[in-house]
């Protein structure tokens, strides 16, 4: 679903802010939890949000804010809701599965939980994922619908995001802050099996990962000019590009949609396309990933518009 959104830029004439020589102008740092009343003059209310200095969260940060509330006299509470529902049910039970989703995250609010986790991790055979950038988007605009977004954090913890454009689209429909466990996961496993040079340690794989992951941010804000984490969550600053009128306007209330395209039922069904390649009996799959071929050319892979055949022809020519 990220790739449906492509980022706007700001339309002036003088150029984009550097991100790497002007980078003290901008910043990363994100506030997760309720926003604080700025009519509240007198200061009577608690505004405690908690202050990270990057958004994307390690496995143990997040395990911190579960806890926190044992931190923090219960003023922080944390609920986890799962974007899974059941496999069975297909791209048919996906709109039911985020209605629930939605209510469930109303309900929490209600009950004075703070803050709130997206979780995909409950992924299995017998479960199927909600896509993370449409559940995020999906609770957001509710909440804001409800007139309760102010009133809680939202934390994604997510095996689907691993580019910097995914980060940028969860940070831009809502999410104050990200885990992108299965990203770590993956680096692990690349390190037991040596794939990383002889002096990289296994402390470091973590922090080199967030710092790119940083730099690609600022890179990516720095389009619309001086720009923070704070002002770029949730300010949907992006273009939908093959999607319906009637998706967007539900689950993505006012981005602009230049080609009309795939609805809920065909973002449901790709969904359910990847979990039966991932849980499926196909025998190619069993120990193996598709070889993709998305930015490289495979010969199994994505069909490009330069590949080896269309080169050879072009040079014999």
Not at 46 to 73: F, G, V, W, Y
Not at 111 to 140: G, K, W, Y
Not at 176 to 195: C, K, R
Request: net charge negative; with cysteine; charged share 20%.
């Amino acid at each position: 679903l990220y790739s449906y959104f492509r980022q706007l830029f700001a339309q002036v004439t003088n150029p984009p802010i550097d991100p790497i020589r002007e980078e003290m102008v901008m910043s990363l740092t994100s506030l997760i939890g309720p926003n604080p009343n700025l009519l509240d003059l007198d200061h009577s209310e608690k505004s405690l949000r908690l202050e990270a200095h990057q958004p994307i969260l390690t496995n143990l940060d997040l395990e911190k804010l579960r806890q926190i509330h044992t931190m923090t006299n219960n003023n922080f509470r944390t609920k986890t809701l799962s974007m899974c529902y059941t496999a069975s049910n297909g791209d048919a039970g996906m709109q039911a599965a985020i209605e629930a989703l939605c209510q469930a995250a109303e309900n929490a609010v209600r009950e004075h939980f703070n803050i709130i986790i997206l979780s995909d991790r409950a992924v299995s055979a017998e479960q199927l994922p909600i896509p993370a950038l449409l559940a995020t988007s999906a609770v957001h605009q509710h909440l804001i619908r409800a007139g309760l977004r102010v009133e809680t954090g939202l934390v994604v913890e997510t095996g689907s995001a691993f580019e910097i454009h995914h980060f940028a689209t969860l940070a831009g429909f809502g999410a104050e802050a990200i885990n992108p466990y299965l990203a770590f996961e993956t680096l692990v496993d690349m390190h037991h099996s040596g794939q990383f040079p002889a002096d990289i340690n296994m402390d470091d794989i973590e922090p080199r990962f967030i710092k790119g992951i940083g730099k690609g941010l600022y890179k990516i804000m720095s389009k619309m000019g001086i720009s923070t984490y704070q002002s770029y969550c949730g300010a949907q600053i992006f273009e939908a590009f093959g999607l319906s009128s009637e998706f967007v306007e539900q689950y993505f209330t006012g981005t602009v949609t230049q080609i009309e395209g795939a609805g809920l039922a065909e973002i449901a069904q790709e969904a359910v396309m990847r979990h039966r390649m991932a849980y499926g009996n196909a025998h190619i799959y069993k120990h193996a990933l598709d070889v993709g071929g998305e930015y490289a050319w495979r010969a199994r892979g994505e069909e490009h518009l330069l590949g080896p055949e269309t080169i050879a022809k072009l040079q014999h020519a």
